[in-house]
């Protein structure tokens, strides 16, 4: 039998404070198997590449040359990438466990599937709750009127997967969070590049959700397990906003107006009744959804503010 050999891809934007620690997990999570790394940098302005050459001499360094979103950091690290088994994606705030990307692989052999990730904690060992259903329009009424997490414990009502015991046996998920994803090289060529239209969010969703539509699943391996240091932090009020028009952007492209028009208004409850509470990234996001422009305008790194 052929040995394993993976393409590894991190995408870096001023990492260079969060990276050193991943390119020290590397060798104990892909113990055992060949692989190659591969750095796409975003037009880093601290030490980012310095610290990729002094940690791994052999790395290739791909840089776009500007602040061109994480899908398009992929896509350029993938140009270059040779055939081989997988591709594991990575941000460079996780930290792989001994054994992990093995243990993922196993899991990519599983007939199906297309995409491996592993079980996520934060940098205090709680769970990560990176399992995700495919958006609906009841999925966000529910949120919006129950919060995503309570939402979450009923199927058609969340989207996000809040039981626990769904993290403890291998199962499938209709997305995940990107943070961590092992790719068949099956899949890779099957579904093409990432949709680059996603400056950041939503752009791992519409990639699992395409790969789902070609026949290929993606699949948790709970005992592969990775910390993710920033997991569970706050997101920007910048951030969020662009994290809520784009998920309002992918439901539009696979689904009918009137459906639009229902997620749109349900998205619009949730963050409008937030605000009224006094919550600033929720008043800005709800400003956003009511602007016709920024729900058409492809984001970039220029007009996030």
Same mark, same amino acid.
């Given at each position: 039998?052929?040995?394993?050999?993976?393409?590894?891809?991190v =995408?870096?934007?001023?990492s !260079?404070? *969060?990276?050193?620690?991943l390119l020290?997990?590397?060798?104990?999570?892909?113990?055992?198997?060949?692989?190659e @790394?591969? =750095?796409?940098?975003?037009?880093? !302005?601290?030490?980012?590449?310095d610290? =990729?050459?002094?940690?791994?001499?052999s790395?290739?360094?791909?840089?776009?040359?500007y602040n061109?979103?994480?899908?398009?950091?992929?896509?350029?690290a993938?140009?270059?990438?040779?055939?081989?088994?997988? *591709?594991?994606?990575?941000?460079?705030d996780?930290?792989?466990?001994?054994?992990?990307?093995?243990?993922?692989?196993r899991?990519?052999?599983?007939?199906?599937?297309g995409? *491996?990730?592993?079980?996520? %904690?934060?940098?205090s060992? %709680?769970l990560?709750?990176?399992?995700?259903?495919?958006?609906? *329009?009841?999925?966000?009424?529910?949120?919006?009127?129950?919060?995503?997490?309570?939402?979450g414990?009923?199927?058609?009502l969340?989207?996000?997967?809040?039981?626990?015991? !769904?993290?403890?046996t %291998?199962?499938?998920?209709?997305?995940?969070?990107?943070?961590?994803? @092992?790719?068949?090289?099956?899949?890779?060529?099957?579904?093409?590049?990432?949709?680059?239209?996603f400056?950041?969010?939503?752009?791992?969703?519409?990639?699992?959700?395409?790969?789902?539509?070609?026949?290929?699943?993606?699949?948790?391996?709970?005992e592969?397990?990775a910390?993710?240091?920033?997991?569970?932090?706050e =997101?920007?009020?910048?951030?969020?906003?662009?994290?809520t028009?784009?998920?309002?952007?992918?439901f539009?492209?696979? #689904? $009918?107006?009137p459906?639009?028009?229902l997620?749109?208004?349900?998205t619009? @409850?949730r963050e409008?009744?937030? !605000?009224l509470?006094? #919550? %600033?990234r929720?008043?800005?996001?709800?400003?956003?959804?009511? $602007?016709?422009?920024?729900?058409?305008t492809?984001?970039?790194?220029?007009?996030?503010a």
């Open positions: 039998m052929k040995a394993a050999t993976v393409a590894v891809i =995408v870096t934007w001023n !260079a404070e *969060v990276l050193p620690g020290d997990s590397l060798e104990r999570g892909l113990l055992g198997i060949s692989w @790394l591969t =750095v796409a940098d975003n037009a880093s !302005a601290d030490m980012t590449l610290v =990729v050459r002094s940690a791994v001499p790395a290739r360094i791909v840089q776009t040359g061109a979103g994480y899908a398009a950091a992929i896509n350029a993938l140009a270059g990438i040779d055939p081989c088994t997988a *591709v594991l994606i990575l941000n460079p996780i930290r792989l466990a001994e054994g992990c990307v093995a243990t993922m692989l899991e990519l052999d599983t007939p199906g599937t995409l *491996v990730v592993p079980r996520l %904690t934060g940098e060992g %709680t990560t709750h990176s399992l995700r259903r495919e958006p609906a *329009v009841l999925r966000a009424w529910g949120e919006a009127l129950l919060g995503n997490r309570r939402a414990r009923w199927p058609a969340g989207e996000l997967v809040t039981d626990g015991s !769904a993290y403890a %291998t199962t499938t998920a209709d997305w995940a969070t990107g943070a961590a994803l @092992l790719v068949s090289w099956e899949c890779v060529r099957a579904c093409g590049p990432w949709d680059e239209s400056f950041l969010y939503s752009e791992e969703t519409e990639y699992a959700l395409r790969a789902r539509d070609l026949g290929y699943l993606t699949r948790l391996a709970p592969a397990s910390v993710h240091l920033e997991g569970d932090s =997101v920007s009020p910048r951030l969020w906003t662009l994290l028009l784009n998920k309002v952007r992918l539009r492209r696979r #689904h $009918s107006l459906a639009t028009a997620f749109w208004t349900a619009l @409850l409008g009744s937030r !605000a509470l006094g #919550h %600033t929720s008043r800005r996001a709800a400003a956003a959804l009511l $602007s016709p422009a920024r729900l058409r492809r984001p970039t790194a220029e007009n996030l």
